[in-house]
């Protein structure tokens, strides 16, 4: 049977390729730099689009904290974003912190690192011929995915796309297809990695 | 500039009329019953560092008459709620959908019940000392009553779209839908408004806090719960700028972003009015209007009015360029007159065809001469809206040019 096939029927073996996988990403100076870049990219990039991050040289440095910020976290201002407890103004860009954002943001972002990551090793440590860049792409789609999902009805205003109520509950549902998608591509990317001891640090 | 106090509970209603210059005749009835203010215990106070920094289309009696657009007995009730809801009032006016077509129209916008939070404890800043983000060309949605002026900055509601708050001892809220480009006031009673999330023909849809009726704010009638079919009791807002409000109200006071919420304040999620960009110039809508109709550009802004004789519309350009503009609604002679001053237009019921004639910054009736906000005919609430927004609720207007 073809060992990629194999590795894909067993679960077990392909979560345990993929734990080593990704301590093969943090064990490589180059695989960590891309986890890093892509991650806090990725980040800025998620709280710029919920609106949590701008530029704004206008206002003087300070901060700002909401009355009964903890009793505050979890409130939602939408099907996947988190109120705000506090601006942060740094006299140029002024950040609301919204702990939930951070944390979602955060997580999606790490989830879009490490994939480009292994992706990156794959090709330039792949276990198998034919693997190409086309790979390291395979995460796009869900980071996009679970990135749109913030923004709501807004990216449709930006896109010039009318809403419809198909595609307004079809929003609901992009944040988890979207992770999803990212653990499965992970799975998937982590078998086309060389995990044998590295190459190059 | 006007303040409408219904004072009867049946049988009529009868209007105050302030007049905003002091050398016009005054028109219009004189006595009012107050509603009580509500206490709001839930205050939320930004601290830290630093500081970032119209009612029933019923109208004013003009001293005769019923109100127009009540019912057609003639009856304004108004009803306060004993169960927490807000005032409501026998009305009728123009239908042009049935309530379960409302609902099935509803669309969930994104954020659900009070994601985008109603303002509750609003903080308000003199006229000498605004926020520093607000500009003199700014929008702002000017609210008097009882001789109390109060502005609430468009850039400020755009992230709250309702503010609950007690003007000149009555208590009510002051609302803004980013979408259609409207700015309507309701008495609540009380009760408070919030934010359903919901929209209907890209229209805000609110609920009140007491009841958890669904209202959409153009209607505004009840679509889901105790009062369904029932309609909110209206005053007038006028949109206009800030420097112009503050002109013609020296001691307005005005809102501030000591809202109790974290919100970029400044920077508006849909485009920008000062100057006029983004969604609130191009020609896209984000949801599909009820129905649609290409006479005028979709963000064109229009005067609407409606009552039992139906509605009206009047594109705002062709007002500045005119100052009065006459029409029929149902066969009812009405006219808009312009005020320059505050860049806003009155809509007057005139049943017997009065001649109006503009007379230097005010308009002649009958030998007089009035500020364009206290003419002495049937006054009708009106407000700005959105061509698309106007028609897709109202298809059967009649529009005045």
């Given amino acids: 049977m073809d060992t990629r096939l194999a590795g894909m029927l067993r679960p077990r073996s392909r979560i345990a390729e993929t734990g080593a996988a990704m301590r093969l990403v943090i064990r490589r100076y180059d695989s960590v730099t891309v986890t890093g870049v892509v991650t806090v990219g990725y980040l800025l990039t998620f709280l710029w689009a919920v609106g949590d991050l701008s530029i704004r040289a206008d206002m003087p440095a300070g901060v700002l904290i909401v009355d009964e910020p903890l009793g505050r976290v979890l409130d939602r201002t939408g099907p996947a974003t988190f109120e705000a407890i506090a601006i942060v103004d740094t006299g140029v860009v002024r950040l609301l912190f919204s702990p939930g954002n951070l944390l979602l943001g955060g997580f999606v972002a790490g989830l879009v690192g490490i994939n480009l990551a292994m992706s990156y090793l794959a090709i330039v440590q792949p276990s198998a011929c034919g693997i190409g860049t086309g790979s390291g792409l395979l995460a796009s789609l869900p980071a996009l995915l679970a990135g749109t999902v913030c923004c709501g009805p807004v990216v449709l205003l930006v896109l010039g796309i009318q809403a419809s109520g198909l595609l307004l509950t079809m929003f609901a549902w992009l944040l988890p297809l979207g992770i999803g998608l990212l653990l499965a591509s992970l799975m998937y990317v982590a078998g086309r990695i060389d995990l044998s001891e590295p190459t190059q640090q | ?401």
């Fill in chain 2, 1 to 401: 500039m006007v303040a409408y106090f219904p004072i009867s509970a049946a049988g009529g209603g009868v209007w105050r009329t302030h007049n905003r210059g002091t050398d016009m005749p005054m028109r219009g009835c004189l006595s009012s019953m107050p509603r009580s203010p509500t206490t709001d215990g839930r205050r939320r106070v930004l601290g830290g560092i630093g500081a970032v920094g119209l009612t029933a289309l019923a109208g004013c009696l003009g001293g005769a008459g019923l109100p127009a657009g009540s019912s057609d007995d003639g009856a304004d009730d108004d009803t306060a709620d004993e169960n927490g809801g807000p005032p409501t009032v026998d009305r009728s006016l123009s239908k042009e959908y049935p309530i379960d077509r409302l609902n099935e129209e509803s669309m969930d916008g994104g954020p659900g019940p009070d994601g985008i939070p109603s303002i509750d404890d609003p903080a308000f800043a003199p006229a000498d000392d605004p926020p520093t983000n607000l500009d003199g060309d700014d929008p702002v949605f000017g609210v008097e009553f009882d001789g109390e002026a109060k502005a609430y900055p468009q850039y400020t509601l755009v992230w709250h779209e309702i503010v609950n708050d007690v003007v000149g001892g009555e208590s009510v809220a002051v609302t803004y839908c980013p979408l259609t480009g409207t700015a309507q006031g309701f008495y609540r009673g009380e009760s408070e408004f919030g934010v359903s999330g919901q929209l209907i023909n890209s229209n805000l849809v609110m609920f009140d806090r007491g009841t958890e009726t669904r209202w959409p704010q153009m209607l505004p009638v009840g679509i889901s719960g105790r009062h369904t079919g029932e309609y909110l009791e209206e005053f007038q807002v006028i949109w206009t700028t800030w420097d112009r409000w503050r002109e013609a109200y020296p001691e307005t006071t005005v809102l501030t972003e000591e809202t109790g919420h974290a919100r970029n304040y400044g920077s508006d999620p849909y485009g920008e009015y000062n100057p006029r960009s983004g969604y609130y110039a191009d020609q896209q809508t984000l949801f599909p209007p009820l129905s649609s109709d290409d006479r005028f550009p979709k963000k064109e802004v229009v005067i609407g009015a409606r009552n039992a004789d139906g509605a009206m519309a009047v594109p705002k350009d062709t007002l500045r360029d005119r100052a009065v503009i006459e029409g029929t609604v149902g066969g009812i002679p009405y006219v808009t007159v312009y005020d320059g001053a505050l860049d806003t237009g009155y809509v007057y019921r005139n049943a017997d065809g009065t001649p109006v004639e503009p007379n230097g910054d005010g308009f002649l009736v009958n030998g007089d001469t009035y500020s364009p906000d206290a003419l002495p005919l049937e006054s009708e609430i009106g407000f700005d809206a959105m061509w698309f927004a106007w028609y897709g609720y109202y298809p059967s207007t009649e529009v005045h040019e």
